[in-house]
């Protein structure tokens, strides 16, 4: 509040970038109707992988914006929420492999549609599964309970929902050597 857009933006690629990144992996953007334009979520990106970190997005949530796409075109790790993504992000996701992060807590507690799983699904698309925990949008800590919702919910199968709890998501943290037996 009482702060220009473009005054915040410079603050967080500028100040809070530098003092951040030395202790961070990667670099999240929330890109939606009320947060980040699509612009903004740009200038982001760029100062992010500029200053060695990788991208991830809170995308498609709330509204279509196109950063699902974007961010998968810039090599993004993954893209969280997904409710209204498009054919091209879909597209832009499955060719960079870029995971969809699903979050069934959000989804649920905020009463939207669920992300398009079969076409996820079909694209090739890496679905991982998340709590999103926090008090706001998903008051749901336990990630068995929304690996369960994605089934029931989402329509993704145990199996998917197996490794979409661990392979899947140690992928969408850049950490591929993880979740596996």
Known sequence: PGQERQHYVAQVVGPMLEACA???????????????????????????KAAGLAIRAHAEQVAYTGVAEMAAQMGALS????????????VAMAKAGTVAVLLPGAMLYL???????????AAGVPMAIA???????????DLWMCATLACVTMGLTPEECLAGITSVAARALGRPDRGHL
């Open 111 to 121: 009463r939207d549609p669920a992300p398009p799983v079969s076409r996820l699904r």
């Open 79 to 90: 893209c969280d929420h997904l409710e209204r993504i498009d054919d091209a992000a879909i």
């Open 131 to 141: 709590t999103d925990f926090n008090p706001g949008s998903s008051p749901v800590p």
């Open 22 to 48: 030395p202790y961070c992996d990667a670099i999240d953007v929330y890109c939606d109707r009320g947060a980040f334009t699509l612009a903004e979520a740009e200038v982001i990106f760029h100062a992010g």
